[in-house]
């Protein structure tokens, strides 16, 4: 009997000095090569339990066994594996890596994989990069991006949209952490609302990524991926003052964080109340803008550590914006005598991640943005609204270690009503559709990735969009990568033209509108170097896309109807990228150089059958833009240079027009001098448009006259010109001096 006991009370006692092995604690930092700690550096165990450093690199963990390992990983450093032996505080030091192709990226695979084991070329933009200058919005702070340019579309209102490769705005889709939230009327009016302070960082892919995103990817994708709740401090300020009496502040805090419930709240407000005329044409140089916004970002975990969260975030914008004649005023709004542009807008966003429990591997994403705008043009009242709805299910399987298997389904609604008489109903459509890529891994250096997407259009029926892409590994510096693929864009029949239309029109379509459709062939080589005295980097690009079944309202056929057709001719877009970078290690000075040779033309034919090319309005034929970084560690400065030179663009004109038919080539030029102090703070002072450029004063043709009512006079309009803004390029905002500063707390 006491045997009995004895044995298993020594069993007991075995079985606790068992589980009491389960608790091996340590602490540590993890800092870079000058000692500095490096915040929220990602920790994770054998047991795929995930820690975080806090923001100055220190660390606790509990480990389930000793002389265990963990991997530690931190954006711009390489990853490095360390092996625990002892419960004691570690010093744990990282090399920082090359900054080019060990990024992660998500967008062209949907994968969260390596930069430079993507076939797909993505290019990638941390916050530090965008804000080199300060912008207020996502759309001026892609000006250093290669191929990418922040267009402005009106002389007077000042929005704008993002072209890529010359392409127009509409031809670019931009979607938040993969969402597809813009579309249609946010592409133009929603964009400019998308803050900085959102950003985390920036991923472009150049060409048709339909496959993966479906409608609108035709000239490429940027994704906008925001902040994460593990990376973020507590509070955190950041604020600018302009010369011209613009504001900017955000303030980003943790509402939640505990173990179960995380989330982060970002207020963003930009004001701007102080009209300035310095080109003398009695209109505003840039539109006057009221902006909030308020993004919010909730994190729940399950209860078992090894499963992902869900996620939901919304957002909130509102914004009152107008530009005009400089003694214009809200009371004006809509009549004939004062002109003036004023837009309403206000926008809601909601979006979900949710990684399915029992299948590992299926995630199901859900998005809804809500856009409903009141505007006036002069006397004409342009009042729109637009639902975007999106689901996506995908699963993901390995298939072995070489092939990786992605499939999907997505379903998409959109509905459009504005009160133009181009759209006497709602435009309402359904886009389900189900999609598949492989990529296959033959060996170290070889690589393909094969896709294909079918959708239903509830009105254009099936659209097919097949993708191939490969990439082949010289080295492990140097990779090249080919790709070929299909784009499409879903017919959205209304244009920002609309806003300009007196009267009532009859719209016609001359046939059954089909898709517009893109094919794509692109080429890149990349290459990384390490010397003794710096790391360089090297890629260049060639590409070549033709678009057709490209649809343009026809408004002077017949003053009484708007035609829609689509197009015999057809739009090739070409041209040749470079990109340099170069990172010193003896000095503290990096070095980035990008330019673009493009070709973008409109083909059509004549009554003869011979093909005539026109280039395409509003697409620039060169451009080259380079930063230049320096850093002085004693005082705590940095340094940054940034400009970008734009070649001639092709502008529209009215008839018999006096003005060029192209641009003159010019350049703006950045410069902002940052003060970082020991405890997390920095103010910094900057000037953008340096030499200050300004288009030509008569690029608001007849600015005297904006109602037209003087049109007929034979002596002071003998060419019979109207009221014209859209002969825009750049904007007229001059010199301006920036102040501003950043508080983590």
Known sequence: MFKKIYILCFCILQIAVVNGQHNFFYNGQVV?????????????????????????????????????????????????????????????????????????????????????????????????????????????????????????????????????????????????????????????????GVPTSLIHQLEVVKGPASTLYGSEAMAGLINVITKDVSCLPNLSIDFNISSWGEFQGSALFKMLNKKRVKSFTTFDVLKYANPKDNNGDNFTDLALKNRYSVFNKFYIYPKSTKKKPFNISLRYMHEDRWGGQMNWDETYR????????????????????????????????????????????????????????????????????????????????????????????????????????????????????????????????????????????????????????????????????????????????NESLLPERSKNANINISTDQKTTFFDFHAEGSLFYTHFSNKIIPDFEANDNQIIYSNLDGYSVSKGLSLQVGLQCKEIPLKLNANGTLLDVGVFNYDENNNVIKTQQLLSEQNSFKYNIAYELIKWGLQLDYTASRYGPIRLPLLENDFRPAY???????????????????????????????????????RAHDPFDQYVDDEIDNPNGYTFDASYMYASFQGINIIFGGSFVF
């Open 32 to 192: 870079d090569e000058n000692g500095d700690g490096i915040p929220y550096a990602h920790i994770e165990t054998e047991l795929d339990e995930i820690f975080r450093c806090d923001i100055d690199g220190f660390f606790k963990l509990t480990s389930s066994k000793n002389s265990s390992e963990i991997l530690i990983s931190a954006i711009g450093y390489n990853e490095k594996l360390v092996k625990l032996s002892t419960s004691s505080e570690l010093v744990i030091m990282m090399e920082e890596n090359n900054k080019f192709l060990d990024e992660l990226v998500i967008s062209g695979t949907l994968q969260l994989i390596k930069r430079k084991d993507s076939p797909i070329l993505v290019d990638v933009y941390n916050s530090s990069y965008l804000k080199k200058i300060p912008s207020p919005s996502l759309v001026e702070s892609t000006d250093q991006i290669a191929g990418v340019r922040p267009q402005l579309n009106c002389a007077v209102c000042n929005t704008g949209d993002i072209h890529i490769n010359g392409m127009e705005g509409s031809y670019a889709m931009v979607v938040i952490d993969g969402m597809p939230l813009m579309g249609g009327l946010s592409t133009v009016y929603g964009l400019q």
């Open 334 to 509: 809509g009549s004939n005598e004062i002109y003036g542009e004023s837009i309403l807008t206000n926008r809601f966003e909601a979006y979900t991640s949710y990684h399915v429990p029992f299948a590992k591997q299926l995630i199901w994403k859900n998005s809804y943005s809500w856009h409903n705008q009141q505007s006036w043009y002069g006397i004409t009242s342009y009042n729109a609204k637009q639902v975007i709805s999106f689901s996506q299910l995908t699963w993901h399987k390995d298939l072995g270690q070489k092939n990786k298997l992605l499939t999907g389904l997505a379903l998409r609604y959109n509905l459009y009503d504005d009160n133009t008489p181009a759209t006497v109903i709602a435009n309402e459509w359904w886009l389900p559709g189900f999609f598949v890529q492989d990529q296959l891994s033959f060996n170290d250096k070889n690589k393909v990735l094969l896709g294909w997407r079918t959708d239903l259009h509830s009105k254009h029926g099936v659209i097919n969009s097949p993708r191939f892409n490969y990439q082949y590994s010289f080295s492990d510096k140097t990779t090249l990568r080919f790709g070929l693929g299909n784009g499409f864009r879903v017919v959205n029949v209304f244009t920002e033209d609309h806003a300009a239309l007196t009267g009532a029109r009859e719209v016609v379509f």
């Open 663 to 701: 641009s003159s080539p010019y350049s703006i030029h950045n410069v902002k001098l940052t003060k970082n102090f020991s405890n997390r703070r920095s103010l910094y002072l900057g000037v953008r448009n340096l030499f200050n450029f300004t288009p030509p004063n008569y690029s608001i043709l």
